[in-house]
């Protein structure tokens, strides 16, 4: 019996997990529309809770997913230089709730620079996650002049870059 109320909390979690990566596995072509459109769906798409979030992107890391829309809250644990080689990208390594980090690589020839960027403050975004074997990147935090892939954002003090 205590077994069970054990495992309750933990299949609960399992259930929200998994309704969570449905939401992000909708086929791409049905988030497409005005660039309005795509904004509202991705501003609305703020993780509702910072581990459900951890869920996924540990899940993603662990099965070696790629080109999958996902979101997270975390803390700037590491400013990078600048990549100026191609499209210029601010880059920085965000530290989720569970431990895991990710880079955020943020397409600054596309969307605005994060100002006053600093490590140990939170940030959330949301955007493209490619996975590699330090933990993952997350790209396309930015809109998509082109209006073919979901836009995404990065929220840092109050404001939204896209």
């Given at each position: 019996?205590?077994?069970?109320?054990?495992?309750?909390?933990?299949?609960?979690?399992?259930?929200?997990?998994?309704?969570?990566?449905?939401?992000?596995?909708?086929?791409?072509?049905?988030?497409?529309?005005?660039?309005?459109?795509?904004?509202?769906?991705?501003?609305?798409?703020?993780?509702?809770?910072?581990?459900?979030?951890d869920v996924?992107?540990?899940?993603?890391?662990?099965?070696?997913?790629?080109?999958?829309?996902?979101?997270g809250?975390?803390?700037?644990?590491?400013?990078?230089?600048?990549?100026?080689?191609?499209?210029?990208?601010?880059?920085?390594?965000?530290?989720?709730?569970?431990?895991?980090?990710?880079?955020?690589?943020?397409?600054?020839?596309?969307?605005?620079?994060?100002?006053?960027?600093?490590?140990?403050?939170?940030?959330?975004?949301?955007?493209?996650?490619?996975?590699?074997?330090?933990?993952?990147?997350?790209?396309?935090?930015?809109?998509?002049?082109?209006?073919?892939?979901?836009?995404?954002?990065?929220?840092?003090?109050?404001?939204?870059?896209?």
């Amino acid at each position: 019996m205590k077994q069970r109320r054990k495992l309750k909390p933990l299949l609960a979690l399992l259930v929200f997990a998994l309704g969570l990566a449905l939401l992000n596995s909708v086929n791409k072509q049905q988030l497409l529309g005005s660039e309005a459109a795509q904004s509202q769906i991705a501003l609305t798409a703020d993780v509702e809770s910072a581990s459900g979030a951890d869920v996924l992107i540990a899940e993603a890391f662990r099965n070696g997913q790629s080109n999958i829309q996902l979101g997270g809250l975390g803390r700037v644990s590491r400013i990078l230089p600048d990549d100026n080689k191609g499209s210029r990208h601010q880059k920085f390594l965000v530290e989720l709730e569970s431990g895991h980090s990710v880079l955020i690589a943020h397409n600054i020839d596309l969307a605005q620079r994060v100002k006053h960027l600093r490590e140990g403050q939170s940030i959330e975004f949301y955007g493209e996650y490619e996975w590699n074997k330090q933990g993952g990147v997350i790209h396309w935090t930015h809109h998509d002049p082109k209006g073919i892939h979901p836009g995404g954002w990065l929220r840092y003090q109050g404001q939204v870059y896209k």
